[in-house]
């Protein structure tokens, strides 16, 4: 069984990553020109890196080449996020763990991963709020082998995970905490989590996953 699990706004704190050419470190967000400070060099995941590609390119070239080495020092993404609980299912299923970043798209847990402040979150800075309709040319990293896949995550997130998977040929199961069932078409089956927790549900739901397996 894969698990997905969509990201998480609190980050370990890091001081490495992609330069810019005037030597700050390149954090990503989803409107670079509405960033407060100058402290980093601001920018989306699709611009252009200023060498011809996009940052998204040069990061998945990156993963390619460096695994061994990481000179920049980049997290697994199991490693970016504060929380214990990405860890933890890490740990449990190992590689059978794939993120849901609003940033990235969905990605392997070993998946070396910059810093950035992406979220779909209505509450978020504008900076930092994906919109419906951004142009993003999201990775998709979870092979297409048939097996079962579950999804951990709020509403917000819905849209990208169905439109990253349509296609998946193995069962697709989706954990929901709402009083009423998300509309997500064929091929998706829908199991109620039911908890009083209204914030970061899924994270009681992916600790109970952890503790069955």
């Known amino acids: ?3 997905v ?20 470190i390149v954090k990503f967000v ?5 960033a407060l400070d100058h402290e980093f060099f601001y920018a989306r995941p699709d611009d252009d890196d200023g060498h ?3 940052w998204r390119n040069r990061l998945a070239q990156y993963n390619s080449e460096q695994l061994s080495q990481n000179p920049l020092g980049l997290n697994s993404a199991y490693k970016l996020y504060k929380n214990r609980i990405y860890e ?10 794939y993120i849901l970043s609003a940033g990235w798209g969905l990605i392997a847990s070993t998946f070396l991963t910059p810093d950035y ?19 993003y040319l999201d990775f998709c990293q979870i092979p297409d082998d048939g097996e ?11 849209n990208l995970f169905r439109n990253l998977v349509m296609t998946y040929k ?20 829908l199991k109620k989590f039911d908890t009083p927790r209204k914030t970061n549900w899924h994270y009681e739901c992916a600790a109970q996953l952890i503790d069955c397996a």
């Open 1 to 3: 069984m894969k698990i």
């Open 5 to 24: 699990i969509q990201c998480a706004g609190n980050k370990n704190p890091t001081r490495t990553g992609f330069r810019h050419s005037d030597g700050r």
């Open 30 to 34: 989803a409107y670079p020109q509405l």
């Open 52 to 54: 011809g590609t996009s």
């Open 88 to 97: 933890g299912l890490f740990n449990k299923f190992g590689e059978k763990v």
């Open 117 to 135: 402040d992406i979220t779909f979150s209505g509450s978020a800075h504008s900076c930092n709020r994906r919109r419906a309709g951004d142009r």
């Open 148 to 158: 079962e896949m579950v999804f951990l995550g709020g509403l917000s997130y819905l």
């Open 170 to 189: 193995g069962e697709k199961t989706v954990y929901y905490r709402s009083s009423e069932k998300p509309e997500l078409g064929l091929g998706f089956n």
